[in-house]
């Protein structure tokens, strides 16, 4: 298996729901990431989790919340979000090791706030 | 800081023609040159990649060059395909010691017309 999945594909919100994001993979890698991408432009990464610890976070705004519950999945916790958050949330997952590994991306959950 | 400057921002090649996609890095931690394709509605998927102690390498129609002391590479499709319409990114990693931090570049948006 040499996939990273993610639910919902698409997802509309209003700025005062909480919605989740959810990734999952099962290729034994032991970091997974969080990247925003907007139209025609590159990903932007959000934040970071190796062996199931945060070990980075770009300054994101504190309405997105990530999660690792276990080594397979990963959650993106949203609240209160704003318009401009509209954008394709992508999931990334790389092997251990600190090498050249390569990161392997989900198809991205379309989110749209109103 | 933008670490990775690509060009150019669009591209559109005849079938069969060759596509040249160019990347210069300022940050010299990086030690490992990747190629993303992008196709609308998909997460990026690696295509090919380098690493910086060979100046050469070609998967099928793919070819990267690398000048270290230009700090550039480059990406080669030859007899470009109508299938390989698609963004291409390329990127620029630094470890963490047991996960990646991706910088990419700007993208390019590549037509290939019959």
């Known amino acids: 298996d040499t996939e990273v999945t993610q639910t919902p594909k698409h997802l509309v919100m209003g700025m005062t729901n909480k919605k989740s994001l959810k990734c999952e993979q099962h290729m034994g890698h032991r970091a997974m990431y969080w990247y925003k991408q907007k139209a025609k432009k590159p990903p932007e990464l959000m934040f970071v989790?190796?062996?199931?610890?945060?070990?980075i976070n770009e300054s994101v705004p504190s309405r997105f919340s990530p999660e690792c519950p276990n080594s397979s999945l990963l959650n993106l916790h949203l609240h209160a979000l704003q318009p401009e958050d509209s954008a394709l949330y992508l999931c990334?997952?790389?092997?251990?090791?600190?090498?050249?590994?390569?990161?392997?991306f989900g198809p991205g959950t379309r989110l749209l706030v109103l | 800081q933008q670490q990775v400057k690509q060009s150019p921002q669009s591209l559109i090649v005849q079938k069969g023609g060759i596509s040249i996609i160019n990347c210069a890095y300022e940050?010299?931690?990086?030690?490992?040159f990747p190629w993303y394709q992008q196709f609308p509605g998909k997460g990026p998927a690696l295509l090919i990649a380098?690493?910086?102690?060979?100046s050469e390498k070609k998967e099928g129609r793919f070819t990267i060059s690398f000048n270290k002391s230009a700090k550039q590479f480059s990406l080669h499709i030859m007899d470009s395909q109508p299938g390989d319409s698609a963004t291409y990114f390329c990127a620029g990693p630094t470890f963490t010691g047991t996960a990646s931090k991706l910088t990419f570049g700007t993208g390019t948006r590549l037509q290939v017309t019959l």
């Open positions: 989790y190796s062996y199931e610890k945060l070990s």
């Open positions: 380098i690493r910086p102690d060979v």
């Open positions: 990334a997952s790389s092997p251990p090791g600190g090498g050249q590994e390569t990161q392997y």
């Open positions: 940050n010299t931690a990086f030690d490992y």
